[in-house]
């Protein structure tokens, strides 16, 4: 065990939102949850190979468990092992993850498997801080992958365990704190050490999981039907939804786009981003506004608006719809250069194969709606 009751540790423990007995109470409740987990029905993780752990791990960042998993099925179809997905193209993997969004983790996901089957003869690492090493894992994952996978004694904690913790023990914890969230994991692995071989880490932290999306959510828990309920303080005195404290709400930076779906031939116009935010997918003609379009032989017509909510910020994008005279030939090698980028023409059918973010998706629906409608050209000549 890590920590213990010595006196000389207990005021920066204080400080730190620990105090004594935390510990015991949440390893009580850690073992009636040991019970409430073995009877749930957990689908995503059937089998738990080191690399389905590692597969749902990334898929379940940011993403449901009820979204993700017909990714994660299909996802293993196509690389059932760690060989196969670092064999696999990086683009193909990020198609795979088209639709879930937080894209950037596709790419991790790759770049992890490279580096297992190059540095670590194609075994996923047991070791949280070796773990913690790989590209795109942090240690919520870290965590989540060596105690599921390979039942080490540590904790998984995001905002969600937070929230549990705070409420069982009713303190003022925060979601997004980092010396909360270590205060938390501490708390947490202090109870797995006094558990010892009784429970089984990796259960423990599915368990959590499941219960904050399911029971112990943000708002209105459903703490008639929580297991927990008897070691749970906030219950006792009423007041679980006064924990974890709130942040003050914070505004999301809005972006506005406009985007032109230039057809020609039997395809569009698209670029792969090399921007951080959605990097490696694939966009269409980007303008500053519908004004900067290019000069182009084609009207535009305003086909729809989308709101795309990111973690960090907000798009507003309207979309426009044109189409070139087949005749319109490019001197650039095929190549359609408007400001600084280039966009390459792609038939519908390579289309399908490369990884657009679900904005873009909506955006081809309605350029497809419009053709099918006959639209009249309505503004936005030029
Ligand atoms: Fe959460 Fe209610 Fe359960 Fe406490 S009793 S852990 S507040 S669901």
């Avoid at 069982?168 to 909360?180: A, H």
């Avoid at 932290?205 to 399911?214: C, G, H, I, P, W």
């Avoid at 194969?353 to 350029?367: D, G, I, N, R, V």
Wanted: hydrophobic share 40%.
């Amino acid at each position: 065990m890590k920590r213990n009751n010595d006196a000389k540790r207990l005021p920066k423990d204080a400080e730190n939102g620990i105090s004594d007995g935390d510990a015991a109470q949440i390893a009580a409740a850690f073992a009636v949850l040991a019970d409430w987990v073995s009877g749930r029905e957990l689908v995503f993780r059937d089998e738990r190979t080191p690399y389905r752990v590692l597969v749902a791990e990334f898929m379940l960042q940011q993403t449901q468990a009820k979204t993700m998993l017909p990714y994660y099925q299909r996802f293993l179809s196509a690389w059932p092992t760690v060989q196969a997905l670092a064999a696999a193209s990086k683009e193909d993997v990020l198609a795979a993850f088209a639709g879930l969004g937080y894209y950037r983790r596709a790419g991790y996901l790759h770049e992890t498997a490279n580096r297992i089957v190059r540095v670590h003869g194609s075994r996923v690492p047991a070791d949280p801080d070796t773990l913690l090493s790989l590209p795109g894992i942090g240690r919520y994952t870290a965590n989540a992958i060596a105690s599921i996978a390979f039942g080490k004694r540590v904790a998984a904690v995001d905002g969600n365990v937070v929230r549990v913790l705070a409420r069982l023990l009713r303190k003022p914890f925060r979601r997004s704190n980092q010396q909360d969230l270590n205060a938390v994991r501490t708390i947490a692995e202090d109870a797995f050490a006094l558990l010892g071989d009784t429970v089984h880490a990796g259960d423990i932290n599915e368990a959590l999981m499941d219960l904050s999306a399911t029971i112990c959510k943000p708002t209105s828990p459903l703490c008639s039907t929580c297991p927990v309920r008897a070691h749970c303080l906030a219950f006792a005195h009423g007041d679980q939804e006064k924990y974890p404290l709130k942040p003050p709400a914070k505004e999301k930076p809005v972006t506005t786009v406009s985007y032109l779906l230039l057809e020609q031939h039997n395809g569009f116009y698209v670029r792969r981003r090399r921007e951080s935010l959605l990097k490696d997918t694939y966009e269409f003609v980007r303008l500053a506004s519908i004004e900067d379009a290019p000069e182009l032989p084609a009207i535009a017509l305003s086909i729809g608006k989308v709101t795309h909510v990111f973690s960090h910020r907000v798009w507003k994008a309207e979309f426009f719809y044109a189409r070139l005279p087949d005749t319109f030939v490019q001197e650039n090698d095929g190549v359609l250069r408007i400001g600084s980028l280039d966009y390459h023409l792609v038939g519908k059918e390579q289309m399908k194969q490369l990884p657009f973010a679900s904005l873009f998706k909506t955006a081809l629906e309605y350029a497809r709606q419009t053709k099918t409608q006959n639209m009249t050209p309505a503004a936005n000549e030029h």
